[in-house]
T-cell receptor, first 112, second 115 residues
Framework: EDQVTQSPEALRLQEGESSSLNCSYT??????LFWYRQDPGKGPEFLFT???AGEEKEKERLKATLTKKESFLHITAPKPEDSATYLC?????????????FGTGTQLKVEL | DTAVSQTPKYLVTQMGNDKSIKCEQN?????MYWYKQDSKKFLKIMFS???????INETVPNRFSPKSPDKAHLNLHINSLELGDSAVYFC??????????????FGPGTRLTVL
């Protein structure tokens, strides 16, 4: 069974204090790894898709990287508006449709 | 314009009742999904439809019945509601199951509370 584990569960940063969130996974045949951001009371908002080890993607202060076992979401000089829960999900296997298996998320709070 | 919309946003009901949640997407996508997010914020897929055809049906009680009248709509009907059904239900859509990997876009969620 596909498994996704995210760490830490919660992270508190000062504004400008860079850090990384981890997503480790065990799947049979990774098709894609997704990062989403979820604000309280809202649905997950798509950030990135990574398809193969070594791939990197950037968007503003966020950079996602992928290895064969884990993905990192690096946050550079975060601002309070980056506060949210960050969810990692994988799509795996040759069949079974396009279901996403999610981790439990990292709740990030960025303080002034 | 809202890409994936759900109604209602909040639903409070008594145990044993039957209720429906509606989902609509205006993205022209072929595939739609229902996810359940529990109190610990864990998101788990329930169903997926591609062009009105059921393609994913996870281990979900048969009290839950999805219905897709057309590819832009996927409704979720729940019979005989139980306390454990209380959760946030998210609808999502993606371009098509025919693609090898496919980004899913989520609706705002429906918070169901069963008393």
């Amino acid at each position: 069974e596909d498994q996704v584990t995210q760490s830490p569960e919660a992270l508190r940063l000062q504004e400008g204090e860079s850090s990384s969130l981890n997503c480790s996974y065990t799947v049979s045949g990774l098709r894609g790894l997704f990062w989403y951001r979820q604000d309280p009371g809202k649905g997950p908002e798509f950030l990135f898709t990574l398809y193969s080890a070594g791939e990197e993607k950037e968007k503003e202060r966020l950079k996602a990287t992928l290895t064969k076992k884990e993905s990192f979401l690096h946050i550079t000089a975060p601002k309070p508006e980056d506060s949210a829960t960050y969810l990692c999900a994988v799509q795996a296997g040759a069949g079974g449709g396009n279901k996403l298996t999610f981790g439990t998320g990292t709740q990030l709070k960025v303080e002034l | 314009d809202t890409a994936v919309s759900q109604t209602p946003k909040y639903l409070v009901t008594q145990m044993g009742n039957d209720k429906s949640i509606k989902c609509e997407q205006n993205l022209g996508h072929d595939t739609m999904y229902w996810y359940k997010q529990d109190s610990k914020k864990f998101l788990k897929i329930m169903f997926s439809y591609n062009n009105k055809e059921l393609i994913i049906n996870e281990t979900v009680p048969n009290r839950f019945s999805p219905k897709s009248p057309d590819k832009a709509h996927l409704n979720l009907h729940i019979n005989s509601l139980e306390l454990g059904d209380s959760a946030v239900y998210f609808c999502a859509s993606s371009l098509g199951e025919r693609l090898y990997t496919d980004t899913q876009y989520f609706g705002p969620g429906t918070r169901l509370t069963v008393l």
